[in-house]
């Protein structure tokens, strides 16, 4: 509340967390009075039809309204009221502008980095990797963990002098977590390309197989004519450009006719 009244804003309550009882008769009824307390808020012609009452705990009642505002389709406008004990009249504690259940609301915020999907960064771009990731492990240790900063950075350096490779790997989970991702896309079993062919990549020889532990399972395609060239593939993927493919003899090119030598001269076109 305010000197001048209620205040207006826009929420976006949670309903689950609202106690929905028996609404208090008194409160329940004060229709008009909700009305005119929004009225002092917005134009009147926003204002719709009353929709509920809605019990938001012991005599508090939420009085619900259509809300008419251009662009605001399936909201509501809501005026929660309250009876003290023993009074005969009530007090108008808020209004606000609620979504219904048709009103076209903003998505849940989801952060950049959670956003970012394959084709997204553009040449300059850079993308840090967390200390924690949990796809990555240190390829060595730094023996004391309670190293500062600088000195995880003089190991890392005498790891690089050393040749000792790079700092860190992929973890199991980071594996798994590529594993699943290829198999489930573009480059898996499953794949509408894979299920239109018979022969799949593991037969095929265009295919370079990967080390490790997911050299049972994918490889890398090497056709220059395959969609899939120079990608991760499963092998029970497949592609019309599988190496040891045939085409049917309906399907191959029908024999050209015999050649027409054109005998004419001109004294035989001359005779006509």
Avoid at 27 to 35: D, G, H, L, N, S
Avoid at 76 to 86: D, E, K, P
Avoid at 140 to 153: C, K, M, N, P
Avoid at 233 to 247: K, P
């Amino acid at each position: 509340m305010t000197a001048d009244g209620p205040c207006l804003f826009l929420v976006s309550p949670t309903s689950s967390d609202l106690l929905r009882a028996q609404p208090d008769t008194v409160a329940a009824r004060a229709v008009q009075v909700a009305r005119a307390a929004l009225a002092e808020e917005v134009d009147a012609s926003e204002i719709g039809d009353h929709v509920a009452a809605l019990a938001d705990g012991e005599r508090v009642v939420t009085h619900l309204f259509t809300c008419l505002r251009p662009g605001y389709a399936g909201w509501r406008w809501s005026v929660t009221v309250v009876r003290a004990y023993r009074q005969r009249t009530v007090t108008v504690d808020e209004v606000v502008l609620v979504p219904g259940a048709e009103a076209i609301i903003a998505p849940d915020w989801v952060p950049y980095r959670e956003r970012i999907r394959p084709g997204d960064m553009s040449p300059g771009d850079l993308l840090p990797v967390e200390d924690d990731d949990p796809r990555l492990v240190p390829t060595f240790s730094f023996g004391d963990d309670d190293l500062d900063t600088d000195a995880r950075a003089q190991v890392r350096q005498v790891a690089s002098d050393l040749g000792l490779g790079r700092v860190r790997t992929l973890s199991p989970e980071g594996r798994d977590l590529a594993a699943e991702r290829w198999w489930d896309g573009d480059g898996g079993p499953e794949a509408a390309l894979a299920q239109a062919v018979s022969q799949s990549c593991w037969s095929c020889g265009f295919l370079v197989r990967l080390a490790g532990p997911l050299a049972d399972t994918f490889g890398v395609c090497a056709n220059g004519d395959a969609n899939d060239d120079g990608r991760v593939v499963a092998f029970g993927h497949g592609c019309g450009a599988h190496s040891e493919v045939a085409l049917a003899k309906r399907h191959e090119p029908q024999p050209l006719p015999e050649h027409v030598v054109d005998t004419w001269t001109r004294t035989d076109l001359e005779d006509f």
